[in-house]
């Protein structure tokens, strides 16, 4: 059969030009291109890898700087409390040093406004028991028509108002 005879020649050129076609493409793409693409992959992997492996390490560093900031932070924070108490006792004891200086000054002068209250006391009841020897005299003069010395008068008023 002639039909038979041509498909051995045939598949035989097609097989041919399928092994040059498939040796090409082997040799171009799969040793000339995929290791260039395994290589580029590789490298990327790994810059990957070493951008990862910094990223951590400026994790870690930040990490420990922020540490380092937190503890500067509440030493100095302590610190300042500590001076603010500092501060705050020093002005109560001011205050309570200059409410004392102040407080023995108004005390002075309460004495001394007393003193001159007891001194003008005494003069008022002077000034009144002279007064009332005067009027004494005087009304006994208009009433009894008799003359009381100033001395008399002002023992008799002086013994009436202080018993």
Avoid: C
Wanted: hydrophobic letters at 55%; aromatic letters at 6%.
């Amino acid at each position: 059969m002639p039909q038979i005879a041509q498909l051995s020649a045939t598949y035989a050129s097609q097989i041919f030009w399928a092994l040059i076609f498939f040796g090409f493409v082997f040799f171009v793409v799969g040793r000339g291109f995929v290791p260039k693409v395994q290589a580029t992959v590789a490298n990327r992997d790994k810059q990957i890898a070493d951008d990862l492996a910094a990223a951590e390490a400026a994790r870690r560093a930040a990490e420990s700087d922020e540490a380092n900031w937190a503890a500067t932070s509440n030493k100095q924070r302590a610190q300042a409390q500590a001076l603010i108490a500092k501060a705050k006792a020093d002005a109560t004891q001011a205050s309570e040093a200059r409410l004392a200086q102040a407080a023995a000054v108004v005390d002075e002068r309460i004495a001394q406004a007393d003193a001159r209250l007891a001194a003008a006391r005494a003069d008022a009841l002077a000034e009144i028991e002279t007064v009332a020897s005067e009027a004494a005299s005087d009304i006994v003069a208009r009433l009894a028509g008799l003359s009381v010395e100033g001395d008399a008068a002002r023992a008799a008023v002086k013994e009436v108002l202080h018993g």
